[in-house]
């Protein structure tokens, strides 16, 4: 896919920052940087795969587009009926009318449904608190989305305690299109399910992407998992995007030391590869006091001097390319033969 789609949305130096207090007085001592400057585009019936370690500032990305916390710096810029809403600056009223356009599914399918609702309500409730339908055509929009999703009309009264993870996630899915969305956000959407139900659960949100034109951002640590989803992917690591790219180029051609020892961890799927695991020394650091230069470079095995004393901006490197490294124009990276590589792993259709 190209970048040909229309923008739906964009977000340029965003950054939230968590003040730590301390003493009886609560003093600001200092910030927690969990988003440090991030841009990045999402376009009308695309995925973007957001991936990093935990810690990097991925669900927190998420929570800003959903406008779900407040922004400390920055701007998101949402596109609709040939307008630009500036999600920063816009009224509560107005802030109302993009919630309608976006959702959110989450990673928990056991903790993230209200066990004392039954799925009529559950599924109900965004039509309900909207004033979009109540009675007889709640119910009627209920059925066509429990349809939708692959789920048993006949099971509208059961309480969520009665299914399945693969199935409750199915819950979770119909929620999130209640209000036919033009962007979810789905935020580790099958970490917590088996590889069996996984492969489901993707074919399903694929086959929706292209039934709504859905755009979603898809957040996850598993690269094998987004590389099936994802038409790009953005690479995080402490609070910032260090490589963005199309899939088939970030995964065959990384060009961010980072990147590839994310990819390295992939299980391989062909027993004559040769590549090996890199084991990063060291956690990520803390996000309130971030290394100088460049933040990965305490961990980074192509480390120079400059690297820790200057910040590398993201740049273009190739088209669509983007890499914030001192070095990505002569360090060689090894990549993964991805896609395909994971297709097996999860048993998920390419449709390229
Ligand atoms: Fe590694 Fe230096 Fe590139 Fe940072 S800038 S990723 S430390 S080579």
Do not use: W
Not at 50 to 60: A, D, F, H, R, W
Not at 82 to 97: A, I, K, Y
Not at 243 to 271: C, F, G, M, N, Q
């Amino acid at each position: 896919m190209s970048d040909d789609r229309p923008v739906l949305l964009e977000a340029t130096g965003l950054k939230k920052y968590f003040p730590i207090q301390r003493g009886f007085f609560r003093r600001t001592v200092g910030y927690v940087r969990a988003v440090d400057g991030v841009d990045l585009v999402i376009h009308e019936g695309e995925t973007l795969g957001l991936v990093g370690e935990s810690g990097s500032g991925k669900t927190t990305v998420g929570r800003l587009i959903l406008r779900a916390t407040d922004v400390t710096e920055g701007t998101i810029r949402f596109h609709r009926d040939g307008q630009v809403l500036d999600l920063t600056r816009v009224p509560r009223s107005q802030l109302r009318e993009y919630r309608r356009e976006t959702s959110v599914i989450f990673q928990d399918p056991f903790s993230s449904l209200d066990p004392r609702m039954t799925v009529l309500d559950i599924v109900g409730e965004p039509l309900r608190i909207h004033g979009i339908a109540s009675g007889d055509e709640l119910r009627r929009r209920v059925r066509e989305l429990l349809q939708l999703v692959g789920l048993r009309v006949q099971h509208m009264n059961r309480y969520p305690y009665a299914f399945s993870g693969g199935q409750r996630q199915r819950i979770g899915i119909a929620r999130a299109l209640a209000l036919r969305p033009r962007l979810i956000v789905a935020d580790e959407p099958v970490s917590a399910l088996d590889v069996s139900i996984q492969a489901q659960v993707l074919n399903l949100l694929r086959s929706l992407q292209q039934q709504f034109n859905l755009a979603y951002l898809f957040i996850s640590h598993d690269l094998a998992v987004v590389s099936h989803v994802s038409q790009r992917v953005a690479v995080m690591y402490l609070g910032s995007i260090v490589e963005t790219a199309p899939v088939d180029a970030l995964y065959s051609t990384p060009r961010h030391p980072y990147t590839e020892a994310l990819l390295s961890a992939i299980p391989k799927s062909d027993p004559d590869e040769t590549r090996s695991r890199i084991i990063l020394p060291g956690d990520i650091p803390n996000p309130a006091d971030p290394p100088t230069g460049c933040r990965f470079h305490p961990r980074c095995r192509y480390a120079r001097d400059i690297c820790r004393a200057e910040r590398p901006v993201l740049r273009e490197i190739a088209p669509r390319h983007q890499v914030a490294c001192h070095l990505a124009d002569e360090l060689r990276l090894t990549g993964v033969a991805a896609p395909a590589g994971a297709q097996n792993a999860h048993g998920i259709e390419q449709t390229g």
